[in-house]
């Protein structure tokens, strides 16, 4: 090989090893940490794992929040007007939280079919419906009809 | 060759452009409602004002109106409540409020402030009837025709354009008829 | 009478811009200089307008003008004036306006401080820019107009600004952001006036490397600022939440970076040019795709504006009209002729492409991150998200590899550098590094810590071959004053920025792996340890604010018995949203932050839930971002660029 070859030849193996190994990190992060997103109805009829980190969102039921009396334990349910899911968080919620509001939940499915919420988001702005919400219900009302 | 090569960026970006596209087209806004074209849901509510009249179907069915779902906690009611009150003046449509999960003396006390555009408002304390409805939060606002069937839905504030598209849409009912 | 002039000047602004986008280039393409020379009145004539309309709009806000749509829906009257005026970038529309305004400003510039540019040169460019300014003036006017009135009648107040936005933070964080997003136009405009001149020289890139530098440094601070706003207003006390519209602001900057680096290597050496033209191709494209991805609603944020598909859909035209158009230009007339210059394995050109290499290959990965989501759903395979963890296990080991890169280029030259002298210069910075990284989570923390120990020897790494290149530089001086004067601005740009990206990777790992935080329910006379602070809850009372009622709570913090200070952190309630708001109080350090943030209260108000974090050298992550933005715009100031300025003028009389 001349030099020239040989110096190509490492460029060219240097580039794919270097290629695949990002390839290879970022397909085995984005794996790990992608979170499905599951409307209350797919919840309630048993369609999301149990213990998997997944996404949940729906609107939040009047009436439903139950704080504890000596933590900072919360239940409440959400709902996506046909099925609700009990919720619990441990925290403090974002200022937006309210009955009536959207509201999306990422955590795991307990064995009792409750959802233990390890985050809480609101959106910013009172007239908000998250767009998987939106989706979800929007999908549901077409499946009515 | 090489050359070809300068058109890889080119090729990327407009797969990249198809799929922002698409996205585009999954529109969180548009919420057709379950009961478009169907009657409006039987109800048997008080009136916001005068807790001791029921009010029912009946008390809005024989000509166009709109139904506005609002509430005294919805910021964007109170943005839409001038518009709502330049159409109630205009007298061309009338207007029944469906106060949705409120307080009475609140509601009450927000109508005597800011103006009443409503022929009378339905009060709706648990939100039964907005469940029928399918709402989803306030504001919304549906057009009925004459026989009480959904013909429209707004979400969100009535704005002069959305008033424009309502008024469209009742305009071509009466060409039809002509 | 006000607004109808803003709206007036705007359609001049945008015919004024059309002109601009017309004229001038058709002039350079027939050679025919008085078409050539409108371009710089209409610089002029286009950024004056946009200020009056601008103005107009600021007058209606300052006068609680509510007719105007958008100004009830983002102002009202008890409002504090400051707040009042910065809620004209409080929103879709007027933040949109101050996009264009800031373009126009930049064209001018660029029409101003460029007399060392040949006329068909500037005429391409200030051409290219009015296409732009063109596209978002059209934007502005057709769909998003901020001086709509309320007809026939208007609301008696404001529906008032959301309340996350009243504040500092906010009234700086858009417009240094813009300024850096928009900046990277004159780059762009810079690298397609070339491409369709076909002079893609090392002039170039010494006319648009200060112009880069400057919209680089810019949006640094704007991430920078932003992110320090996040901190303190959202009141979870974090600073990077990998969100899509943060991530939108990383990628232009990633590429930006890139950019500014790839842009040097092309100038000094004329080399990677094809490289470089397409980085600025794709700077200013992201920050297009930025404002789309915001603007749109296509992605679950929650900070995106609220979503409107028709203007979405203006947005990704002008994206696809800009990038699809330039890519065009660029496959056609780049060059695709090998650079003659040559040079070794051991050089600047070849670390200064591992840099790039890095850069891009974050920028993809943030891309992908952010935009995989909405593949997925484009697919029709479901609703995901993807969590902060994707992006971490990412960035921080390809970050940490180029910092290493970053060192060794310190210590290399043009051309070719021995592999002797290098290990003779960096042996002492590697060994000083790794020691004090293997010491520091011992004496810090009480235990070995791998990642304390990999992101403080990294950091050390830069910092310490920042310095011992600077020692070297002295070795042979006469007299340090002569040598730190012969020192170009450029040279001093650089190991200010270096140290600064240090900073930040010391921030980083120190606030991420030593942070302490306790969600607590306190009621008065409660109280909690948190890293050797005692934090006591001493009540709350109820205060009133200009626009808002609030509890008030009292945390009084001592250390060994000794007070430290007492913070007083709110629950702000608006009178006209009704919105709750989380009100942090810090004490802030060099070393350490205190951050107190109030919960709900529990049983009526008998007690709350409280928040208490301890954040260590959280500072320090900001303070890297303002010394790397402060390092990019000395290099502006270098003697080169000024010098090139005077004899262009000369030449040109």
């Avoid at chain 2, 006390?109 to 304390?125: A, H, M, V």
């Avoid at chain 3, 002079?199 to 991430?223: E, H, K, Q, V, Y």
């Amino acid at each position: 090989m001349t030099p020239k070859r040989k110096k190509r030849l490492t460029i060219i193996l240097g580039l794919v090893f270097g290629t695949s190994l990002i390839v290879g990190l970022v397909m085995f992060s984005l794996s790990e940490n992608i979170n499905l997103f599951y409307s209350t109805s797919q919840i309630a009829n048993g369609e999301a794992p149990v213990g998997a980190r997944i996404r949940a969102g729906g609107m939040v039921v009047d009436n439903s929040i139950k704080r504890s009396t000596d933590s900072l334990k919360v239940q409440f349910a959400i709902t996506d007007y046909e099925k609700q899911v009990l919720v619990e968080f441990t925290g403090i919620l974002p200022d937006l939280f309210r009955e009536g509001q959207g509201i999306i939940a990422q955590g795991t499915m307990d064995a009792n079919g409750v959802f233990q919420a390890d985050e809480v988001l609101a959106k910013h702005d009172e007239n908000y419906m998250p767009p998987e919400i939106a989706e979800s219900m929007k999908k549901k009302q077409e499946a009515a009809q | 060759m090489p050359r070809l090569l300068l058109f890889i960026p080119l090729v990327l970006f407009m797969i990249l452009g198809g799929f922002l596209w698409k996205g585009l087209s999954i529109d969180p806004r548009e919420l057709p409602s379950a009961l478009l074209d169907k009657p409006f849901p039987e109800f048997s509510v008080t009136a916001l004002q005068q807790p001791d009249r029921v009010l029912t179907k009946k008390d809005f069915v024989g000509k166009p109106v709109l139904v506005n779902v609002w509430a005294t906690w919805c910021p964007s009611c109170r943005q839409e409540h001038e518009q709502l009150l330049a159409i109630a003046a205009q007298g061309n449509l009338e207007i029944i409020g469906l106060n949705y999960k409120d307080e009475r003396a609140a509601a009450i006390n927000w109508l005597r402030q800011l103006g009443d555009p409503y022929q009378f408002n339905i009060y709706d304390e648990d939100g039964m009837l907005g469940l029928d409805l399918g709402v989803y939060g306030a504001p919304e606002t549906y057009l009925l025709d004459a026989q009480g069937k959904i013909r429209h839905r707004h979400v969100g504030v009535v704005t002069p354009a959305a008033w424009q598209e309502i008024q469209a849409i009742i305009k071509g009912w009466d060409s039809v008829k002509n | 009478m006000t607004p109808e002039i803003g709206e007036f000047a705007l359609i001049i602004g945008l015919l004024l811009s059309v002109i601009l986008a017309v004229v001038p280039m058709v002039g350079a393409a027939t050679r025919n200089e008085m078409w050539m020379s409108f371009a710089k009145p209409l610089a002029l004539g286009q950024f004056l307008f946009m200020i009056i309309s601008f103005l107009c709009l600021g007058y209606a806000f300052a006068t609680d003008d509510f007719s105007v749509v958008y100004v009830a829906q983002h102002s009202n009257s008890q409002m504090p004036i400051q707040f009042k005026l910065s809620a004209i970038w409080g929103g879709h529309e007027g933040s949109l306006l101050l996009w264009a305004l800031i373009l126009c400003g930049w064209t001018f510039a660029v029409s101003r401080f460029s007399k060392a540019l040949p006329l068909d040169m500037l005429a391409r460019v200030l051409s290219i820019m009015g296409m732009v300014g063109t596209g978002f003036i059209s934007f502005l006017l057709i769909t998003s107009s901020p001086f709509a009135r309320y007809l026939p009648s208007y609301p008696a107040d404001g529906a008032d600004l959301n309340p996350l936005l009243q504040d500092f933070g906010l009234i700086v964080h858009p417009p240094m952001l813009y300024m850096g997003y928009v900046g990277f136009s004159v780059a762009f405009a810079f690298a397609l006036a070339a491409l369709l001149s076909g002079r893609m020289d090392a002039a170039w890139a010494r006319w648009s490397r200060p112009w880069t530098n400057i919209a680089w440094s810019f949006l640094g601070l704007g991430i920078t600022l932003g992110s320090w706003w996040a901190y303190y207003e959202l009141g979870w006390g974090g600073w990077w939440f990998w969100d899509p519209v943060e991530n939108a602001s990383l990628m232009p900057w990633l590429v930006g970076t890139a950019l500014v680096h790839s842009l040097a290597v092309t100038e000094k050496r004329g080399v990677f040019k094809s490289w470089t033209l397409l980085l600025a191709i794709f700077a200013f494209s992201l920050s297009l795709l930025g404002t789309f991805l915001v603007r749109s609603g296509v992605l679950t944020s929650v900070h995106a504006f609220a979503s409107d598909p028709e203007r979405g859909f203006f947005i990704l035209m002008l994206l696809a009209i800009t990038m699809g158009g330039s890519l065009t230009i660029y496959a056609l007339k780049a060059p695709s002729v090998k650079s003659e210059s040559s040079f070794s394995w051991l050089s600047r050109e070849v670390l200064l492409l591992v840099n790039n290499v890095f850069l891009t290959v974050m920028a993809v990965t943030v891309l992908l991150g952010t935009l995989y989501p909405l593949l997925i759903d484009a697919l029709g395979s479901g609703k995901i998200s993807v969590g902060p963890p994707y992006f971490n296990a990412v960035f921080v080991p390809i970050m940490g590899t180029m910092s290493i890169a970053m060192g060794i280029s310190i210590a290399v030259r043009w051309r070719e550098t021995s592999q002797e002298s290098v290990i003779k210069t960096l042996w002492l910075p590697a060994v000083v590094s790794l020691v004090i990284g293997l010491i520091f989570p011992f004496a810090y923390g009480g235990g070995f810590d791998f990642r304390v120990f990999l992101g403080m020897s990294v950091s050390l790494w830069v910092i310490s071959t920042v310095v011992r290149e600077f020692i070297s530089k002295f070795r042979n001086a006469t007299t340090i004053k002569t040598k730190l004067s012969q020192l170009s601005m450029s040279y001093y740009g650089m190991m200010v920025a270096h140290i600064g990206v240090a900073v930040t990777a010391i921030g980083i790992t120190l606030v991420s792996t030593y942070s302490e935080e306790r969600d607590m329910r306190m009621a008065k006379g409660d109280h909690v340890e948190l890293a050797g602070y005692l934090f006591t809850f001493e009540g709350t009372k109820v205060v009133k604010g200009p626009n808002y009622m609030a509890d008030q709570a009292t945390i009084v913090i001592t250390e060994d018995g000794q007070s430290v200070t007492t913070l007083h952190p709110e629950k702000r309630r608006y009178n006209v949203k009704r919105n709750m708001m989380t009100e942090a109080d810090i004490d802030a350090g060099l070393f350490r932050d205190l951050y107190v943030a109030l919960g709900e209260p529990l049983n009526n108000g008998e007690a709350w839930a409280v928040r208490v974090h301890y954040k260590p050298y959280v500072r320090w992550l900001w303070l890297g971002g303002i010394l790397m933005s402060l390092g990019g715009l000395l290099t502006v100031f270098d003697k080169r660029y000024r010098k090139k300025k005077t004899r262009g003028r000369v030449a040109n009389a």
